[in-house]
């Protein structure tokens, strides 16, 4: 009995010293921001003189118990200053720490941690559906170009560039390609070369724009209305480096300095480059003025292989019985063309410079002026060899054991040896296609704030010059057959590789190709906002801007025989004594069965130095003037290539952002609408034939006739966001909004062709004329896209999203023609030419039309999470990974192969495995998509047909060591697993065109701060 009562005596003398423990604790709670008042994460917060303590979540919040005998907390962050506060009466303790160069230390304060850290907030804050980069330190990717960062990005394609041609990497968004992209630098428009400077000039090219000038970047999946109109696909608004935003810590200048070198592993292009960059920063003591200056100049040695094959349709002949006679013709069977073996070899030259200056002129008024100017010179050096298939399929019978027709009338092999002409020609044609652009974007910002008022105003110039050098030469080559085979992943030819490299059957052919291209370019905008805080739950947003941009591109060309050739230059033996160095020493498409890939290589620099007279020519005067009153240089001006165009747009806008609650559900949002006029005046030059069937009166030609056209429409677009708060971490969105991309220059530019009978000929209406047209009347791709995305942000500083999207597309522009139309039925098109007949004349005419709507739908699902969850062990670990699906239909069919639109791959996969430890760090970025429709077909060569991109994937490392606290040491590999491109046409994997073989690209690197 005494027993028991001495157990419950203990029991309660337990659980009272449990309550008096309990009685004896506090509940603190808090909110840790730095001097941005940006919410930090993982905050260590402990009870001075004890082991108690807890870090901040995401929000910067925390919750501790705290015995009562306890007197301050004490709040750390590596980089930052530690604090200590007293705790006092004390329960809320809310705290701003400010940043001390003593302790910073990249792992939080940059690092990739870091970086993701930013680009969460960045997107949890956002009012519609965003995504960011941001770089690891100020100037400093973990990525060696703007393309890989932007690659990790839930929803984004990167297309590379692997053509040489003056093209450049360029994003997509949801599947959506780059002319529906719009790109922006600090909110304003900067002007690209597109491709070549011919084409695709409302794509960025985002090789001109280096990393180390880029201070971050935002990509907009949907809008608002106060934003420039973004495209169908979204916008990427990169933003340059700001004075006032570095981190100095405790002194007033920052200092860093970046080298690097690369080398690429494939081909004989293996030289190490250097990359060179600083940044300087300084500010004022009162932190109310700052500049920031930075630059980069780099060079790299690029290699890849290009092997394509187009198709043509033929009538073939087999000999059935032996008797060299055709028994057996083929008609319309799908047959190689033109075949080419190209080994690019670029040597890239680079400088950017970039600067700002930021001036807090008082409490209301802000200045902010920058500068950015690149230049990007690509200098592509190619031995082309080239096979000529058309020519045998065209001329020859073949017997029946040496000819494969598959039941799909495609040609899958042929052999000339026993055919009636056995001999097949090749060539080398030593090309030489170097691109030359230098771009430059200034603006002034000014910003005034007073009460509950914000006015901002931005005036920004743009301009680009590019200027792109063509030349060929060729040599005959003829070997004793060829053959072909379409039955495995390439196309394979063989031949007798000897008889290609024999000087005996050289054939220096008198002809040269010379083409320069040249694209100038300009910018204007200026714009005006307008903020009032009605409340703080109530903010209205009003505005305008106007835009200007004036582009000029011309070609100038020369092509043919009679050229002023060095004496013996036409001589076989001279030619292959002075100018061929041998044999390629490395494999053409290295462990890609194609065939014989092994060719003669050409000194080219000697050619063109012996030869000044027909390399040294140049356009000269016909890229001078006014393109109306050109006179012609030693290339005269291409005119049916040649077109300047004159682009204005006026908007405006109002926009609502509200803050409030829906069935006790905290929604913020906003609802606006944005009007745009857009005009366009474009001049060009036509070509005008009237033929004559009886040959009675003759032709009449006039070519270079100057034409006009001019156009002018209005949109109205509107937008609606919304942000559902369902709990503290966790956001439901809606998004509808109604965005324009408009059509390329080349559909604009008023280049006309038109042919119709003479009305002075017995045979006037007879038959209607031919005509390939523009369109000035076209209207914008338009789109209404909805999007619904789920966030989930949980404590342990991750995210989880779900998104799932739907975009209504209208208006696609395809080429149709159309029968027994007037010229007037096509806008208002002016010809400085009158012929006879022309305005009573019908046409059969080939132009580009809004055509059709298109259906484009998806989901993306994706995740950041620090792992420091699991364990200390895992502290430093942290993974990232977005999966996107898209697919899509158009209304109605627009070729007989496939529906869907182009350069959507329906699976897409971005993926990020990262340890960023004390003095280590290195992160794994792979990604992959599936294969998806690259054109539509209708262009010219091997564009003409409906072309398709195999899926690959694609792995980049990078690892760096921390040597001090200055000085960091990096290493990196682009592309490891050595991707390829390979193209197949009309949705048949199995019809090979192109092959496009390339390497890894090493970089070492080393990065100090003073």
């Not at 608002?224 to 004075?243: M, N």
């Not at 194609?594 to 140049?618: E, H, K, S, Y």
């Not at 032709?699 to 559902?724: H, K, M, Q």
């Amino acid at each position: 009995m005494k027993k028991i009562k001495l157990n419950n005596l203990l029991f309660l003398l337990f659980i009272f010293q449990c309550f008096f423990a309990f009685s004896q604790e506090k509940q603190f709670t808090g909110k840790v921001i730095d001097e941005t008042k940006q919410p930090i994460f993982g905050v260590t917060v402990l009870v001075k003189g004890a082991s108690i303590g807890t870090t901040t979540d995401f929000d910067g919040n925390y919750n501790l118990s705290v015995p009562s005998s306890a007197t301050t907390l004490r709040f750390s962050y590596i980089g930052f200053q530690t604090l200590e506060i007293p705790i006092a009466d004390q329960t809320t303790i809310n705290v701003t720490l400010k940043e001390s160069a003593a302790q910073l230390d990249e792992i939080v304060i940059t690092g990739f941690r870091g970086a993701e850290q930013r680009a969460i907030a960045v997107k949890r804050k956002a009012a519609s559906i965003v995504e960011a980069i941001t770089p690891e330190d100020i100037g400093n990717y973990s990525d060696e170009n703007i393309a890989d960062a932007l690659q990790r990005v839930p929803g984004i394609q990167v297309e590379r560039d692997d053509s040489g041609n003056g093209g450049g990497d360029r994003v997509s968004v949801r599947g959506v390609g780059p002319q529906f992209v719009k790109i922006t630098i600090n909110g304003r428009t900067p002007l690209s070369a597109g491709s070549e400077g011919i084409d695709q000039l409302r794509q960025f090219n985002l090789d001109v724009l280096p990393t180390e000038v880029v201070g971050g970047a935002m990509v907009y999946k949907s809008s608002e209305a106060h934003l420039i109109e973004p495209g169908l696909g979204g916008a990427v608004d990169f933003q340059t480096i700001k004075p006032l935003s570095l981190r100095y810590g405790d002194k007033n200048h920052y200092v860093a300095i970046n080298a690097r070198g690369s080398v690429n592993d494939y081909g004989d292009n293996k030289a190490l480059k250097p990359r060179l960059s600083a940044i300087f920063g300084v500010k004022s003591k009162n932190e109310k003025v700052g500049f920031v200056l930075s630059s980069i100049t780099s060079s790299s040695a690029r290699a890849f292989d290009s092997y394509n094959m187009g198709y043509i349709s033929r009538n073939i002949r087999e000999d059935v019985d032996g008797d060299g006679v055709a028994d057996v013709t083929h008609s319309g069977v799908l047959s190689p063309n033109l075949t080419r073996f190209n080994p690019v070899r670029n040597s890239v030259d680079r400088i950017g410079i970039s600067s700002a200056f930021q001036w807090k002129i008082n409490d209301n008024l802000e200045l902010n002026a920058d500068v950015l100017y690149t230049k990007f010179e690509n200098r592509s050096s190619r031995n082309q060899f080239r096979l000529f298939p058309q020519l045998e399929t065209n001329n020859i019978t073949f017997p029946s054991a040496d000819l494969n027709i598959d039941e799909n009338n495609v040609l899958r092999g042929f052999n000339t040896v026993n055919s009636s002409n056995p001999v097949a020609r090749t060539a080398i044609a030593p090309t030489q296609y170097d691109n030359f652009q230098t771009s430059f974007m200034t603006g002034l910002n000014l910003k005034w704030q007073k009460d509950n008022w914000t006015i901002t105003g931005d005036l920004s110039l743009s301009n680009i010059n590019f200027d792109q050098r063509l030349t060929l030469t060729q040599a005959w080559f003829n070997v004793p057959s060829l053959s072909f085979d379409l039955t495995s992943d390439y196309a394979v030819f063989n031949f007798d590789q000897a008889a290609s490299t024999d000087i005996a059957n050289t054939n220096v052919r008198n002809y040269a190709f010379l083409r320069d291209i040249m694209l100038e370019g300009d910018n204007q905008a200026i714009r005006i906002d307008f903020e009032n805080t009605i409340s703080e739950k109530l903010k209205l947003r009003f505005g305008g801007r106007y835009s200007a941009t004036n582009l000029d591109s011309r070609q100038a060309q020369l092509a043919g025989g009679g050229q002023p050739w060095e004496a013996n230059y036409l001589d076989g033996d001279y030619y292959y004594n002075t100018y061929v160095t041998g044999v390629s020493n490395s494999d053409f498409a290295a462990g890609r069965n194609i065939g014989n890939n092994r060719f003669l290589m050409i000194n080219q620099d000697l050619l063109r130095a012996n030869n000044p007279d027909v390399f040294n020519r140049t356009a000269g005067s016909s890229f001078q003037g006014d393109l109306f009153n050109v006179t012609n240089g030693d290339l005269p001006l291409l005119t049916q290539n040649s077109w300047d165009l004159d682009e204005k747009t006026t908007s405006v806008y109002g926009q609502l952002d509200f803050k409030s609650n829906f069935v006790g559900v905290p929604v913020s949002g906003n609802f606006g609408v944005r009007a745009v006029n857009w005009k366009v005046d474009g001049r060009a030059f036509s070509t005008i034939t009237l033929t004559d069937p009886s040959d009675t009166v003759g032709p009449v030609n006039f070519t270079g006739v100057p034409t006009t056209a001019s156009s002018s429409r209005w949109d109205i677009l509107p937008s609606l966001n919304l942000n559902f708060a369902l709990k503290e971490n966790f956001n439901l969105r809606f998004s509808g909004v109604n965005t324009v991309s408009r059509p390329d220059y080349l559909d604009l530019r008023p280049t006309n062709t038109l042919s119709y009978i003479n009305p002075d000929s017995p045979d006037a209406g007879s038959q209607n004329g031919t005509a390939t047209l523009s369109n000035p009347n076209l209207k914008p791709f338009s789109s209404w896209q909805f999007d619904a995305t789920a966030e989930w942000y949980n404590k342990a500083g991750g995210a989880f999203v779900v998104s799932g999207f739907l975009k209504l597309i209208d208006d696609f522009i395809i080429d149709e023609t159309t029968f027994g139309s007037s010229l007037s039925d096509f806008g208002d098109i002016n010809f400085d030419a009158n012929p006879s007949g022309l305005n009573g004349q019908l046409f059969d005419a080939t132009t580009p039309v809004n055509f059709t709507g298109v259906q484009l739908y998806g989901f993306e699902v994706g995740f950041r999470q620090p792992l420091s969850f699991i364990s200390d062990a895992f502290k430093s670990f942290g993974i990232q990974a977005n999966y996107t699906y898209v697919d899509s239909k158009f209304d109605e069919e627009i070729n007989e192969v496939d529906n869907s639109f182009p350069g959507s791959s329906k699976h897409n996969l971005n993926s990020v495995l990262y340890y960023d430890g004390d003095v280590f760090g290195i992160r794994l970025a792979y990604n992959t998509r599936s294969s998806f429709l690259r054109n539509i077909g209708g262009g010219s060569d091997i564009r003409s047909n409906v072309t398709y991109t195999d899926g690959f994937d694609r792995l980049d490392v990078r690892a760096n060591y921390e040597v001090t606290k200055k000085l960091q040491l990096s290493v990196s590999c682009q592309n490891l697993t050595a991707s390829d491109r390979r193209d197949y046409i009309n949705n048949d994997p199995s019809l090979f065109t192109q092959l496009t073989r390339q390497g890894a690209v090493y970089t070492i690197g080393a990065r100090f701060k003073l």
